[in-house]
């Protein structure tokens, strides 16, 4: 069996860095070429449609920037645990901009930072299987330091799109990719695999019945054998 992984902090840092980078290329790009024709005299009949681009891009751009800032990073959040409520409204900002429509069903409580950047990347994973539209459902159940994570999605019938698992994202989240690396392309699953180890979460992801299922489960520590003298 392949091992695991180990990515060096730098390496992880860089590749998140490029992933965010990447998110943020086209909607930044976007506004710029929307500028460049509303200060261009000559393109006059096409203002309206350079100012929906740059509505639309800068919406797409807050999004993402909102995502990353609590699903990678540090996020300004006080203590160290964040409420769900902050989640859901990045959640919901997050899925004004994708296809699919999303069913919140998370009690208000408190997660522990990385349990809550693990259930982030999960939704994000989640909204990839229904890439042309559907319903992703997220859930959490559970007493407090036992929640399980509980994600589905459906693709919309009419779109004619299968549901899918994302590519290569199985390996990636076991820390044991395909191609036996990981780069920058891969590294946001690959992530989602790390923070569930670190947060002893075991992994489930798949299709059932035409259905994505996708979810994290506290593993249960072995029971230590006890001698007991006679």
């Known amino acids: ?16 860095c490029s992933r965010v980078c990447h998110d943020l290329i086209n909607p930044i790009g976007a506004i710029g070429n929307g500028l460049e024709v509303l200060a261009d005299p000559n393109q006059g009949e096409m203002a309206e449609g350079a ?3 740059i509505a639309s891009a800068a919406k797409q751009s807050r999004a993402k920037l909102e995502f990353a800032r609590l699903a990678y990073g540090a996020s300004s959040t006080a203590g160290t645990d964040i409420d769900t409520r902050e989640c859901e409204r990045v959640a919901r900002i997050l899925f004004e901009i994708e296809k699919a429509d999303l069913e919140w069903n998370v009690p208000l409580i408190l997660l522990p930072k990385h349990k809550a950047k693990l259930f982030m990347n999960m939704l994000l994973i989640a909204a990839m299987s229904v890439p042309r539209g559907g ?14 994570f509980e994600f589905s999605s459906k693709s919309d019938p009419e779109k004619r799109q299968k549901t899918l698992v994302p590519s290569g994202a199985a390996g990636l989240l076991s820390g044991m990719p395909e191609e036996g690396a990981v780069d920058a ?46």
């Open 51 to 53: 100012r929906d681009l």
């Open 185 to 230: 392309r891969g590294i946001q699953p690959f992530y989602t695999g790390l923070l569930a180890r670190m947060t002893a979460m075991e992994l489930a992801i798949g299709i059932e019945d035409g259905k994505f299922f996708f979810t994290a489960n506290p593993k249960v520590a072995e029971e230590s054998a006890v001698e007991v003298s006679a």
């Open 135 to 148: 319903l992703v459902t997220a859930s959490i159940s559970g007493e407090a330091g036992s929640e399980k």
């Open 1 to 16: 069996m392949a091992d695991i992984i180990e990515l060096q902090a730098t390496d992880l840092a860089a590749m998140l």
